[in-house]
């Protein structure tokens, strides 16, 4: 059974940092590009970030371009978004998703993606 648990939410000050982590078991997530995405209360949930299978390749959406990154270590079976600078509008619950294939999604759907996690709130406070 494919679980994805993501891990490292908090609550941070504005300008501050945080590292998500995405840890997989049930598959061997090095065979597939993995993305992450956001939910804020009262919104619907939005693509941040995605990484290839081999990390050759990234995606990321402009609000986040040039703070988050997004990174993975195949050998530990897990995925990370560092995001600094962090601003009050990135207050949401994050959740990681496999998708099913390797390459980076055509699109920034969640239905591009078919394991999700439960997720791990960021809280930025002013």
């Known amino acids: 059974q494919v679980q994805l648990v993501e891990s490292g939410g908090g609550l941070v000050q504005a300008g501050g940092s945080l590292r998500l982590s995405c840890a997989a078991s049930?598959?061997?997530?090095?065979?597939?590009?993995v993305g992450w995405f956001r939910q804020a209360p009262g919104k619907e949930r939005e693509f941040v970030s995605s990484?290839?299978?081999?990390?050759?390749?990234?995606d990321y959406a402009d609000s986040v371009k040039g703070r988050f990154t997004i990174s993975r270590d195949n050998a530990k079976n897990t995925v990370y978004l560092q995001m600094n600078s962090l601003k009050l509008e990135d207050t949401a619950v994050y959740y990681c998703?496999?998708?099913?294939?390797?390459?980076?999604?055509?699109?920034?759907?969640?239905?591009?993606?078919?394991?999700w996690g439960q997720g791990t709130q960021v809280t930025v406070s002013s």
């Open positions: 998703a496999r998708s099913p294939g390797r390459f980076l999604p055509g699109r920034r759907g969640e239905i591009d993606y078919d394991y």
């Open positions: 049930g598959c061997t997530l090095s065979l597939y590009a």
């Open positions: 990484v290839r299978w081999d990390g050759g390749s990234t």
